[in-house]
T-cell receptor, first 111, second 114 residues
Framework: TQLLEQSPQFLSIQEGENLTVYCNSS?????LQWYRQEPGEGPVLLVT?????EVKKLKRLTFQFGDARKDSSLHITAAQPGDTGLYLC???????????FGTGTRLQVTL | DAGVIQSPRHEVTEMGQEVTLRCKPI?????LFWYRQTMMRGLELLIY????????DSGMPEDRFSAKMPNASFSTLKIQPSEPRDSAVYFC????????????FGQGTRLTVV
């Protein structure tokens, strides 16, 4: 069974602070996706990384895929209240269609 | 496109009753997934279909759960009989291609079994 552990589970910070969320596994994935989920809604894709060592930036969000494709990180610079939500990583195996989701990190950003 | 459409949004039922959740995937997508989300267990894959064929149902908890996809535009997840521990938010998602492609989620069905 492929497991994706995220840390921390919960994070409460003030507006303007920086933070990093980690997603770790003992399994190798062909791709890693990050989703954000807001209350009452389904997860929405933020980014997909497919190459070991790849770094992608989405405004204040920076995503990195580990060299061995077993882990990933999400760094948010100058967090804003609009960043509040549940962040989920999800690993894909390419040929199979299914994604394995991580345990989730619940982020709250306050004024 | 309206996105993935799930119904109902909320369902409250008594233990022992049959529950049917419905999903309309995005037109043109060839993969459909049913997930269950709880605080304790997070987002769990129950079953997924590719081209209307069930590919992996290893996440289905037990025989009380069944899923069908009679055509490319409709799927159901049935629980019979329902139990209080089935209370969760059930999501349907669809995608086109392999697991490297984006999965689009519906808004979910919040199921409460009392």
């Amino acid at each position: 069974t492929q497991l994706l552990e995220q840390s921390p589970q919960f994070l409460s910070i003030q507006e303007g602070e920086n933070l990093t969320v980690y997603c770790n596994s003992s399994s190798v994935f062909s791709s890693l996706q990050w989703y954000r989920q807001e209350p009452g809604e389904g997860p929405v894709l933020l980014v997909t990384v497919v190459t070991g060592g790849e770094v992608k930036k989405l405004k204040r969000l920076t995503f990195q895929f580990g060299d061995a494709r077993k882990d990933s990180s999400l760094h948010i610079t100058a967090a804003q209240p609009g960043d509040t939500g549940l962040y989920l990583c999800a690993g894909g195996t390419g040929t199979a269609s299914k994604l394995t989701f991580g345990t989730g990190t619940r982020l709250q950003v306050t004024l | 496109d309206a996105g993935v459409i799930q119904s109902p949004r909320h369902e409250v039922t008594e233990m022992g009753q049959e529950v049917t959740l419905r999903c309309k995937p995005i037109s043109g997508h060839n993969s459909l997934f049913w997930y269950r989300q709880t605080m304790m267990r997070g987002l769990e894959l129950l079953i997924y279909f590719n081209n209307n064929v069930p590919i992996d149902d290893s996440g289905m908890p037990e025989d009380r759960f069944s899923a069908k996809m009679p055509n490319a535009s409709f799927s159901t997840l049935k629980i019979q009989p329902s139990e209080p521990r089935d209370s969760a938010v059930y999501f349907c998602a669809s995608s086109f291609g392999g697991s490297d492609t984006e999965a689009f989620f519906g808004q979910g069905t919040r199921l409460t079994v009392v």
